[in-house]
């Protein structure tokens, strides 16, 4: 999210404001990881410009976006400003539905990112975590 914030804060401003409109789009959706009252700041604005955003406690060390006709993914880490030097990009269905599916069943987990602010401000430390298979379980 920093790295969108430093890069890309006008497009997703503009793209927004379009989607707010009714005109195109379906908005933008994200997952993350909220840990921290550092990031609280960060997930704010993006809430306030109009995303929709969710917390998941284990995130996979990919970073990707999704399109209607384009998921773009990278295993780096994106922090202290630093650029992507590997990165796969594809236009193929079977590659936009495979990571479609994949952020469908992260947001389908996730806590809504106001709610995991709120709980992080106020220093709740609660982690329940539901485990559906009985032998893990033990």
């Keep these: 999210m920093q790295f969108a ?10 793209f927004l404001i379009i989607y707010s409109k009714g005109k195109k789009g379906k908005g933008i959706r994200l ?5 921290a009252m550092e990031s609280n700041d960060l997930v704010t604005t993006f809430l306030d410009l109009g995303t929709e955003i969710r917390h998941v406690k284990k995130l996979a060390s990919m970073n990707f976006v999704i399109g209607d006709k384009e998921v773009i993914a990278t295993i780096e880490k994106m ?3 630093k650029m992507v030097e590997s990165l796969l990009s594809s236009n193929k269905p ?3 539905k495979h990571f479609n599916n994949i952020f469908e069943q992260l947001w389908n987990k996730g806590i809504d990112a106001r709610d995991r602010i709120r709980v992080v401000e106020e220093g709740l430390t609660a ?5 559906p298979n009985p032998k893990e379980g033990i």
Excluded at 5 to 14: G, Q, R, S, T, V
Excluded at 31 to 35: D, G, K, S
Excluded at 127 to 131: A, L, M, V
């Design 94 to 96: 079977m590659y936009i």
């Design 127 to 131: 982690n329940i975590e539901i485990i």
């Design 79 to 81: 922090e202290g400003g």
């Design 31 to 35: 997952v993350t990881n909220i840990e």
């Design 5 to 14: 914030f430093d890069k890309f804060l006008d497009l997703y401003k503009e």
